[in-house]
């Protein structure tokens, strides 16, 4: 059974920092393009973060641009959210994510393009 868990979220205050971490099971992810993406009450799922298999491609949401920095560990089959200077409109459920593979290349920003989610995980910023 192909998993995605997701940990590292709480409640902090806001211009605090976290990270998030998502750890993949039952496959290697290492030639996929992996994720985040957030949604908040009564939104729609948003685009945060994504990272080609090799990590040579990035893209970010410009939300989150200089504040968000996303990483990934094949060889832990992981992906890593590091997120600084949180606001409150960061409050949210953070999902991780993963395509099936698709290519070196191939790094969606719209849910609809990934095949794999995690149950997500808490992030809430006080004011």
């Known amino acids: 059974q192909v998993q995605l868990v997701e940990s590292g979220g709480g409640l902090v205050q806001a211009g605090a920092s976290l990270r998030l971490s998502c750890a993949g099971s039952?496959?290697?992810?290492?030639?996929?393009?992996m994720g985040w993406f957030r949604q908040a009450p009564g939104k729609e799922r948003e685009f945060v973060a994504a990272?080609?298999?090799?990590?040579?491609?990035?893209y970010s949401a410009d939300s989150v641009k200089g504040r968000f920095t996303i990483s990934r560990d094949n060889a832990k089959n992981a992906v890593y959210l590091q997120m600084s200077s949180l606001k409150f409109e960061d409050t949210a459920v953070y999902y991780c994510t993963a395509t099936r593979s698709r290519g070196a290349w191939y790094v969606p920003t719209v849910p609809v393009s990934y095949d794999y989610w995690g149950q997500g995980t808490q992030v809430t910023v006080s004011s």
């Open positions: 990272m080609s298999a090799s990590g040579g491609i990035i």
């Open positions: 039952g496959r290697t992810f290492s030639s996929n393009a």
